[in-house]
């Protein structure tokens, strides 16, 4: 939110590389033309990744930046399968009556919700909204028409985003996010998931996004009591 817009964002981020030399490395995703075009202004040694069926792309870009330290794949693989996770990224909550919760509040951007979708086998009630961070959020079309039943909105970008996403997704919205998971949860169907990947940032609503999954998870543990 400190940016005015992405170029500006991006030529903030450009500053990480600007004083490394030939006996450097910058790994650069090439799946991203905007990224991999970075490689031109470079004056260091450049490595690629990119993402797969089997790696995520965090997961790729590991496996390519310890390669350069003489890492094995196979030994990134064995640390990503002993991996737990971390709080607000794709966290399971629980399962109730055969619904399952996902608090992935870390999710500020439309890759990121889309990774999350990729990552989900069964139908989605996806809960989205927060405060706009000036994406095109027909960019999870794609994948949403594929698994997402229906996106319940929450706050400020939720005008926005009806906007974008109205005549492709079935859409609903709440004025709260604890509202917003018990409209999911009557929405959703045995086996379905409810997910919350709100794509923008928390702070109309909170003070940040493990704040924002925090609101989540108590709102889905207090379901839970209600429903034992």
Known sequence: DRHKDMREYLEAKKRIFLNQDKNDYLVLNEQDGVLKDLAKEARSQVAYFSGSTELNPNQAAVVTAVSLLGIGKDACLKVFGEFKGLEHRFEYVAEINNIKFINDSKATTVESAIWALSNI????????????????????????????????????????????????????????????VNKAFNKACPGDCVLLSPMCSSFDMFANYEERGKAFKGAVYNLAKNKA
Do not use: C, F, H, N
């Open 121 to 180: 086998s069964s139908p989605v009630i996806l809960i989205a909204g927060g405060r706009d961070k000036g994406v095109d959020y027909r960019g999870i079309l794609d994948s949403a028409r594929k698994k997402v039943k229906e996106v319940i909105l929450i706050g400020e970008a939720k005008e926005k985003m009806r906007a974008s996403l109205k005549g492709y997704l079935s859409l609903d919205e709440a004025q709260t996010l604890p509202a917003a």
